[in-house]
């Protein structure tokens, strides 16, 4: 079979999972755009979102939106306990201990889950009908439109959030000042805090999208959080349109590979992406605020 | 009018003091109650890792008492599972011992080390089992292969700093991952490679725990004797120059980019033997060894072990080994109550265990030195 007749399906796929890619990566902005931190536990709170959510339709029977709301609540609750017992204690810390504490909790995050949730693979019903919708030759999934329709509507949300208004912009100064943003009275701890619970309700939200498509278990966290974060170095670091950018450049680029490699070979896509993009443009696709000004 | 700057007071008079008149002012006061301090202080001193290492020149008392327990430890504790665990302990060792050379002294930051022992693992696994090489070709061949490939993988890498060089040295231990799983023809796949031989030399052949053991902490002590005299040299003090501030490093005339390159090689070269070691000893070598975990368990023993300090990663590897044998008990509770140790470990002790506790004693040292004058309200 000729790979370039199902390159258009490939591409709609890629496009999916690129929206759940964007959706990691600005998990990861938004912590980075309050302080220095690379968040690792960033793809468990994805699959936290995923599984809480099929823990409370399927054990506690609530109905799908309550169940996903409540889950939702949930992890931004982890992420605000995550802050105050790993992140706050070692403010002061090296980024090397930061980044090996953010592991710790990752670990400690996904083994809980398969503790508690179980360890089998779960799937999460669609939000509207399992009949693919045919759009020319290309089929795609109900739940894709509403993965990129949700995504859309939580990208102009975040976006009103850190540009428009005040928090926002107190969040980003305590990341690119924070003398100037101690000077103004802005507690940094605060923002990190708030920063923490954003990014853990933006994964949440992400599991709960890609839960129907793609099955999420216990261990799937981490490897999403790693492309999410690939993403977001592709895109460009530390800005919300550069993640966005990023993450569907990757879901593409992961989808259309399989054209051409095995398809076991599709998770080392992304890291040769990151490598290539690390050595020949650092900056990412759209430059980083901040690669010139500090270290990175 | 000038003000009048008040005059100094007197020496060992009230108002000012001289740290030096009082540290002998104490030393020539003996208290009962230091002997029962000072012994278990002593002990303490003996064992515990030392903090300033580098100012000290040649070997001490303190290695020769390491050398001894190391030796006579397996024929007094006389326990096949002790042999294995302290087996593993040295192979962690090895690898965080070059794994401690770049992050400890050259200040830099890999995730990918567990793919070099990987590599040395796969690499001994091929040549013993499929081209029936002689072991200690194989041996060679890992290190120099997982040097190679450090060589390669780390011209472009190493330009990254921070954060980045993280997720870049992480990135390549997914590839491999990825790789060894796929090519199913030559690894195994996810099922690995069994039946590897034991190692031997000139037709003697290490197949018990207690011979494996001494093969094993043998080759480490070579390794950290070398180590030791790399430190001391000048690439040791290039190195700590550049893990100090690069751009002082370049301008001082250090090729900071080619000692790096240098140290990292080496680090893997380390790595590569860990690795054929470990496929020797557990006769298998399957993908599930080498992920991210163990990435996270060899940081980990270096950042316990104190950086810039070679005691401390072997140390760091014996604590965690043990560690992770007991909580191998608790089954599925491990990993869940191994993250939560994790965690604690790095917020109490973000410098070492050895170096908080000596700092800890020290500190400890002076309280006690001084309670009797608190207590008499002269301090």
Not at chain 1, 239 to 261: D, P, Q, T, W, Y
Request: hydrophobic share 55%.
């Amino acid at each position: 079979m000729n790979p370039l007749t199902y390159i258009p399906q490939l591409f709609s796929s890629g496009i999916t999972i690129g929206a759940i890619y964007a959706l990691v990566a600005l998990g990861f902005v938004t912590i980075s755009r309050a302080s220095q931190i690379i968040n690792f536990a960033q793809g468990e709170f994805v699959m936290l979102g995923g599984v809480i959510t099929f823990f409370l339709l399927k054990v506690v029977n609530l109905p799908y939106p309550l169940a996903a709301l409540v889950a939702i609540m949930i992890v931004i609750l982890i992420g605000f306990m995550m802050h105050l017992s790993v992140i706050y204690p070692l403010r002061k810390a090296s980024i090397l201990i930061l980044l090996m504490a953010t592991l710790g909790a990752s670990i400690f995050l996904s083994s809980t889950s398969g503790l508690i949730f179980g360890t089998l693979p779960k799937a999460l019903p669609s939000f509207s009908g399992e009949q693919p919708l045919q759009i020319g030759e290309i089929s795609v999934l109900p739940q894709s439109v509403w993965v990129l329709v949700s995504t859309f509507i939580l990208l102009i949300f975040l976006y009103l959030l850190s540009h428009r208004t005040l928090l926002g912009k107190a969040m980003e100064a305590s990341s690119t000042d924070p003398l100037g943003a101690d000077l103004l009275g802005i507690s940094r701890s605060l923002m990190v805090f708030l920063a923490f619970g954003v990014s853990a309700g933006v994964g949440a939200f992400a599991g709960i999208l890609i839960t129907p498509i793609f099955f999420t278990s216990y261990s799937s966290g981490t490897l999403l959080g790693l492309k999410g974060f690939v993403a977001a170095v592709l895109g460009g670091w530390g800005k919300n349109s550069g993640a966005i950018l990023g993450g569907f450049v990757l879901g593409m680029v992961e989808s259309l590979s399989l054209a051409f490699i095995p398809s076991g070979y599709k998770d080392a896509v992304a890291f040769i992406i990151l490598l290539l993009i690390l050595y020949f443009r650092p900056k990412g696709i759209l430059g980083s605020p901040f690669i010139d000004s500090r270290r990175w | 009018m000038v003000e009048q700057i008040p005059p100094r007071p007197p020496l060992g008079k009230e108002g000012w003091r001289d740290w030096r008149s009082m540290k002998t002012k104490s030393k020539s006061e003996f208290r009962k109650r230091d002997i029962f301090y000072l012994v278990p202080l002593w002990l303490l001193s003996l064992i515990a890792p030392d903090p300033y290492l580098y100012h000290k020149k040649g070997f001490k008392k303190k290695d020769f008492f390491y050398l001894g327990a190391i030796c006579l430890a397996p024929l007094i504790w006389f326990d096949p599972h002790f042999h294995h665990l302290m087996v593993l302990a040295g192979i962690y060792a090895i690898l965080s011992l070059g794994l401690s050379l770049f992050m400890g002294y050259a200040g830099q930051i890999s995730l990918g080390h567990a793919a070099f022992f990987g590599i040395g693992a796969y690499t001994t696994a091929i040549l013993t089992t499929q081209c029936a090489l002689p072991t200690i070709v194989a041996f060679s061949a890992s290190a120099v292969s997982a040097a190679g490939i450090a060589y390669l993988i780390g011209r472009p890498i190493l330009k990254l700093k921070g954060y980045f060089l993280a997720l870049a040295t992480l990135g390549f231990g997914e590839i491999f991952l990825v790789i060894i799983r796929e090519s199913t023809d030559l690894t195994g796949g996810v099922i690995g490679i069994f039946g590897i031989p034991w190692f031997s030399v000139l037709g003697f052949s290490f197949d018990t725990y207690l011979k494996q053991y001494y093969l094993i902490w043998g080759v480490l002590i070579g390794l950290f004797i070398f180590s030791k005299n790399l430190v001391r040299s000048k690439v040791g003090r290039a190195l700590l120059a550049v893990a100090a501030s690069e751009d002082a490093a370049s301008s001082v005339g250090i090729n900071v980019s080619r000692i790096k390159l240098e140290i990292f090689v080496l680090g893997a070269a380390f790595a590569g033997m860990a690795g054929s070691l470990f496929s020797y000893v557990m006769s298998t070598a399957n993908p599930e060894a080498f992920s991210l975990g163990l990435t996270v368990l060899i940081v980990m023993m270096v950042i316990l072990g104190g950086m810039g300090n070679l005691y401390g990663p072997i140390a760091g590897a014996i604590l965690l080994t043990w560690l992770m044998d007991l909580l191998s008990k608790y089954q599925e509770y491990s990993l869940p109550i191994y993250g939560v140790i994790l965690i604690l470990l790095l917020i109490f002790f973000p410098d070492g265990i050895g170096t908080r506790l000596n700092v800890r004693v020290i500190y400890l040292i002076g309280y006690w030195a001084k309670k009797k004058k608190r207590d008499e309200g002269k301090l």
